[in-house]
């Protein structure tokens, strides 16, 4: 059975940061596709930041350009969303994800990717 468990979310104010983490196991991250992705209230969920194997470059939603990190510790099955200079914009549940299937990074869509993290809620707000 594949699990993933998000932590990290919590209230910030604007221009703070936040680090989520996801720990995945019953799957090995090591050269899959891994993504973070967000659902804000009434929106649809979007793909944030996306990578398809543990070279290739990232994708990322314009909006988070240089300000999210993704990064993965494959001895560990984990990855990592380091988020910095948040703004309201960002407050939304975030969702970790992975999957076997193999497709490019730029493929930040959810119905490319199959395991699913329960999410875990940050909020920007002063």
């Known amino acids: 059975q594949v699990q993933l468990v998000e932590s990290g979310g919590g209230l910030v104010h604007p221009g703070g940061s936040l680090r989520l983490s996801c720990v995945v196991s019953?799957?090995?991250?090591?050269?899959?596709?891994i993504g973070w992705f967000r659902q804000a209230p009434g929106k649809e969920r979007e793909g944030v930041a996306c990578?398809?194997?543990?070279?290739?470059?990232?994708y990322y939603l314009d909006s988070v350009k240089g300000r999210f990190t993704l990064s993965r510790d494959n001895a560990k099955n984990t990855m990592y969303l380091q988020m910095n200079m948040l703004n309201s914009e960002d407050t939304a549940v975030y969702f970790c994800?992975?999957?076997?299937?193999?497709?490019?990074?730029?493929?930040?869509?959810?119905?490319?990717?199959?395991?699913w993290g329960q999410g875990t809620q940050a909020t920007v707000s002063s």
């Open positions: 994800a992975t999957t076997p299937r193999t497709h490019s990074a730029t493929a930040c869509v959810p119905n490319a990717y199959n395991y």
């Open positions: 019953g799957f090995s991250l090591d050269a899959n596709p």
């Open positions: 990578v398809a194997n543990n070279d290739g470059p990232a």
